[in-house]
């Protein structure tokens, strides 16, 4: 009944931009992996920052629960109404506010995508460079604290929001940050947010830093006999301070998901894709030094290339490579999961991730992030099989914690969720605690996204 009074008084203000029809509902309650469906009461369609407000004061009047949507895109059940509720869907909130080229930052709408966003900057020589692989909302990137390929250059969302406009619980309107490059100014209110899954506020708003385009660009891939000498290769370049834009691994299998899903022609072995910004002598003199450094390690001989047409290819490849390995097992769902280590300890842990994988009866391929210690696994399950399930939800757990017995996380990049909550107390102790008294002063009634990131939540 205080749902359906909510949204009775939600479409006082956005008429027929609230509904309650089954196709919306089941649309956002699906999800990329594994979990269950999980459909909201309504979907609404707000246009403004004001909307918003006036949808979660709705909801906190009548004690219903409202989440956050941008694409879907979360790999651990993030945007799924998990108690029911409003989802507050921001399509039609994705519009580039503002761009400043002399100070290099825009502001954004948070339903705009990265590729919309760097589609828009064209014209200006600047980017936005935090890329998660999935063509992923802004808003819901700082939410999740999103990073990817390009992290070991240009940091994640942490490094790359300068400032947020921010709905509270009660629905008051609060501006965290500015466009100053640095600040004393009392706490960190955009770094709470950034990473806070949508549970102490609703982002509707954010300033972005912005990178100028690179004058050239190469790319290359190279193959390894083992996934030690690969990562080895990676140590080796960045002791070397060789500048890497991107550095990627993947794993025999995944190479041999890729040659299914895009005829890639790859051995069927460990392989690097690693990518270089700069001048045109500049990128060239990197990709020669890492060249040297493959060839020491026992690598084949790296190619690479300068060619738009072919690092594009070579780049929507890996930003396929969830769909490649769903291929390699078909009808399969997978239960994806990541977590980041020192990168001394990165060759170390998915070694014996990979040995762990292989003695299981189901198939992992494993890619990764590896300039930032961050590795995945895509554990592919048959749908609606308890007992692959639950090997996956084993092998996932030794994951974890094997990752934190090196000194790493549960999660490089893919958040907490629902499904990394059981390892919250091991890896931050009484910080936990804090967090859950950081929610309930902002959220006591636990209103948004509940079932997520904190205990009892």
């Not at 918003?52 to 009047?61: K, L, N, Y």
């Not at 200006?124 to 808003?139: I, M, R, W």
């Amino acid at each position: 009944m205080a749902h359906e009074q909510a949204i009775a008084a939600i479409r006082e203000t956005l008429g027929d931009r609230i509904t309650t029809s089954k196709s919306d509902l089941d649309l956002h309650g699906a999800n990329e992996t594994h979990f269950a469906p999980m459909p909201p009461d309504a979907v609404a369609y707000p246009e403004s920052t004001a909307e918003v407000a006036a949808i979660v004061r709705a909801c906190a009047a009548h004690g219903c629960p409202v989440v956050a949507w941008g694409t879907g895109t979360s790999l651990e059940g993030h945007a799924l109404a998990r108690h029911g509720g409003v989802t507050i869907d921001f399509q039609r909130m994705k519009r580039l506010l503002r761009v400043s080229p002399e100070d290099m930052d825009c502001t954004v709408e948070p339903g705009l995508t990265r590729e919309e966003l760097n589609t828009e900057l064209r014209a200006t020589g600047l980017f936005f460079p935090v890329d998660p692989g999935a063509n992923a909302s802004l808003g819901g990137m700082a939410a999740t604290r999103a990073s990817g390929t390009t992290a070991v250059r240009y940091g994640t969302m942490r490094d790359n929001v300068l400032a947020l406009e921010v709905v509270l619980a009660d629905g008051r309107v609060i501006h965290t940050g500015s466009r100053a490059r640095k600040s004393s100014a009392g706490y960190d209110l955009t770094r709470l947010f950034i990473g806070s899954e949508g549970t102490l506020g609703i982002i509707t708003g954010l300033t972005l830093r912005l990178q100028g385009q690179p004058e050239a660009v190469s790319a290359g891939i190279c193959a390894f006999d083992d996934v030690g000498a690969a990562v080895s290769t990676v140590i080796a370049t960045i002791q070397m301070g060789i500048p890497m834009a991107r550095i990627e691994l993947v794993d025999a299998a995944t190479a041999a998901a890729f040659n299914a899903y895009a005829d890639a022609e790859m051995p069927e072995k460990p392989h690097l894709l690693v990518e270089f910004h700069g001048s045109e002598a500049g990128v060239a003199e990197q990709a020669e030094r890492f060249g040297e450094i493959v060839a020491e390690m026992g690598g084949s001989p790296f190619e690479w290339s300068q060619q738009t047409e072919e690092r594009n290819r070579l780049w929507k490849m890996r930003h396929n490579a969830y769909y490649a390995c769903l291929a390699s097992r078909p009808g399969a769902t997978a239960l994806v999961t990541d977590v980041c280590v020192p990168i001394s300890r990165l060759a170390e842990a998915v070694e014996e991730t990979a040995a762990d994988i292989a003695a299981s009866p189901i198939p992992g391929p494993i890619l990764g992030h590896v300039g930032d210690g961050n590795f995945h696994a895509a554990l592919l399950i048959e749908p609606g099989n308890a007992e692959e399930l639950a090997i996956a939800q084993a092998l996932s757990h030794r994951m974890v914690e094997r990752a934190l017995k090196l000194g790493g996380t549960a999660t490089g990049e893919h958040g907490v969720g629902m499904g990394k909550t059981a390892y919250m107390e091991a890896e931050h102790g009484a910080g936990w605690e804090v967090m859950s008294a950081i929610k309930q002063a902002l959220d006591p009634e636990n209103l948004l996204n509940p079932g997520k990131l904190l205990r009892g939540n």
